[in-house]
């Protein structure tokens, strides 16, 4: 059967809504059997009804092409099921578990255990060429035992820019820092640890820029070149 | 009661008032605006008519406010950023009255200003703040000391994009009329063109695309109002984007918007129904007070001078590119009121 686009977005806010962000709303619902995330992106308000529409299309073809580049190269991301660029829609394979933020609040142990990993994944992401662009810890999902998963690519962008990915290094370092203060510098080593393991010799220069932009208190600004800077 | 003078010259204004520490705080403000016939802002050319017009512009400033130069505390003055040669008219004719009459000497930077007089308007204490202008256009937002930038421009500011487009299209200069944009007058009737280039890239917005690609839509013969209209439409929606993640990260509950494209009917809606968006509250700021002037130098000068920030008018040097981030704001919770 064939459905139009309309059909679909009006079926598809007939699902439950788990979370409203700035960018989309998500719900939950199956799609051909499969439990199954629906992101719907939210047309700006503020914008001309033509350039909300033209700039969802746009960011939902490229979600979906980030997505498929990083399940190719391997990284645990959630599987695409189906993309409706001109709504705004994806429809992916709903990730069950909980975040490592709430498994941080739960079992410290297991989330610097698992921080190493999620490490590990970033560094892979990194080498695929794709900035994740929000790699908080409420968007790695512990699936199981098993590990994690990598969630959410609303953000992301394929690029290989140093300061771009130091950019995900800081945020994750945040995200730890302001959410679990008392196991922060456990979880950001372990996670500096497997990013290294995956980068190699190239994660240096990210570390280094990532602690760069830490200090400068916000993202932008001019690269700082140092005497010690050049002579490296 | 304090008294501050405060003197503004970074690019078209010479701007003096008069400020008090007491209601009604601001007891004058008198300008001078320098426009082109033609081309763009050239310094060498402002910066004489600056020179030419100063001294009245100060008698003008005193006499409104019904005060003698001998009755003032301390003469603020913008330092920068800005342009050099304007620049250095302001801070001639500041360093000249501090020396002549023993008065203390109070360094402004001009991006901090332009926020500060908007918090001053509206009685918003925290907000994350959208500064638009000719030459800056930047989301800032205070933390730990100072305003922090959260995104900005990558190439040309807002303002640049909408003079330089105006002029290269020939209408303009002038570039405002009555008020208005001569974009925003153009952009009448206008109908959105497909395929413009949209660039927000994460905290940051981007024009020189925009600019290069409306220009050549114009030469293909795409109707002027509709060019005017689309590149209006998509640069007001990219830095109500920046101000929204921003305010969406640093979880401000209040907006701003400030700077000579302040005075934009539209883009004061967009704001508006943003903010609205996302539960905070916006408060737009008087036409007459977005663009430069002396008032808001005078008023920064006022809690600067307070906190004990002077400057010897031999080190009263300029900063071109002194930048908001390298200020420290010590008075943020307690002023104004």
């Known amino acids: ?232 | 009661m304090t008294l501050i003078l405060g003197i503004e010259s970074t690019a078209h204004t010479f701007g003096v008032s008069v400020v008090s520490s007491e209601p009604p705080h601001i007891l004058s403000d008198s300008r001078r605006i320098y426009s082109p016939r033609q081309g763009g802002i050239l310094p060498r050319e402002v910066a004489p008519f600056f020179s030419n017009v100063a001294g009245e512009v100060v008698r003008e400033a005193l006499d409104e406010a019904g005060v003698g130069i001998r009755d003032v505390d301390a003469i603020a003055v913008a330092l920068g950023p800005g342009m050099g040669p304007q620049l250095r008219v302001g801070a001639s004719v500041a360093r000249a009255l501090a020396s002549y009459y023993g008065k203390p000497l109070v360094p402004v930077n001009h991006a901090v200003a332009h926020v500060e007089i908007a918090r001053f308007l509206t009685g918003l204490r925290d907000p994350i703040v959208l500064y638009v202008a000719g030459g800056n256009t930047t989301v800032v937002s205070y933390s730990e000391g100072r305003y922090r930038v959260f995104g900005e421009t990558l190439d040309i500011p807002l303002g640049n994009l909408q003079d330089t487009f105006a002029r290269e299209a020939g209408i303009g200069p002038p570039y405002v009329v009555e008020g208005k944009h001569v974009i925003d007058i153009c952009s009448e009737g206008g109908e959105f063109i497909e395929g413009m280039p949209y660039i927000v890239k994460g905290q940051d917005s981007s024009f020189s695309g925009l600019l290069t690609a409306a220009l050549r839509l114009l030469k293909k013969g795409s109707r002027l109002q509709d060019v005017c209209f689309t590149l209006r439409e998509i640069a007001y929606s990219s830095v109500v984007e920046v101000l929204e993640r921003g305010l969406a990260h640093t979880g401000k509950r209040e907006v701003l918007l400030t700077g000579g494209v302040a005075a934009s009917k539209l883009l004061n809606e967009k704001i508006e129904v943003m903010a609205k968006l996302h539960g905070a509250l916006f408060k737009p700021i008087p036409g007459k007070y977005s663009g430069d002037n002396g008032v808001m130098i005078a008023l920064t000068g006022l809690p600067a001078y307070l906190w004990g920030y002077t400057v010897e008018p031999s080190k009263a040097l300029i900063r071109q590119r002194w930048r908001i981030d390298q200020v420290d704001i010590p008075w943020y919770y307690e002023f104004p009121r």
Not at chain 1, 99 to 120: I, N, P
Not at chain 1, 163 to 189: C, N, P, Q, W
Request: glycine share 8%; proline share 4%; charged share 30%.
């Open chain 1, 1 to 232: 059967m064939l459905m139009s686009e309309e059909v679909v977005v009006s079926w598809v806010r007939s699902l439950t809504l788990i979370k409203r962000g700035a960018e989309s709303e998500i719900r939950l619902g199956t799609f051909m059997g499969i439990p199954a995330v629906f992101k719907l992106r939210v047309l700006k308000p503020y914008m001309h009804p033509k350039l909300a529409q033209i700039l969802a299309a746009q960011r939902t073809r490229k979600e979906a092409k980030v997505i498929g580049h990083a399940i190719k190269n391997g990284i645990p991301a959630p599987r695409l099921l189906a993309v409706f660029p001109s709504v705004g829609l994806i429809i992916m394979e709903y990730v069950e578990g909980p975040t490592l933020k709430d498994l941080a609040f739960k079992d410290s142990k297991r989330a610097v255990k698992f921080s190493r990993e999620a490490g590990l994944i970033l560094a892979m992401l990194h080498k695929a060429g794709i900035v994740h662009g929000d790699p908080t810890t409420s968007n790695y999902i512990v699936v199981g035992e098993g590990g994690l998963k990598l969630i959410d690519y609303g953000l992301s962008e394929f690029s290989e820019d140093v300061e771009e990915r130091a950019v995900d290094i800081h945020l994750y370092r945040r995200a730890v820092e302001s959410t679990h203060a008392g196991i922060a510098d456990a979880m950001f080593k372990e996670f500096l640890e497997g990013y290294s393991e995956v980068m190699g010799p190239e994660a240096g220069s990210v570390i280094e820029r990532a602690e760069d932009i830490r200090l400068r208190g916000r993202y932008v600004e001019e690269r700082r070149r140092t005497v010690w800077g050049q002579l490296k």
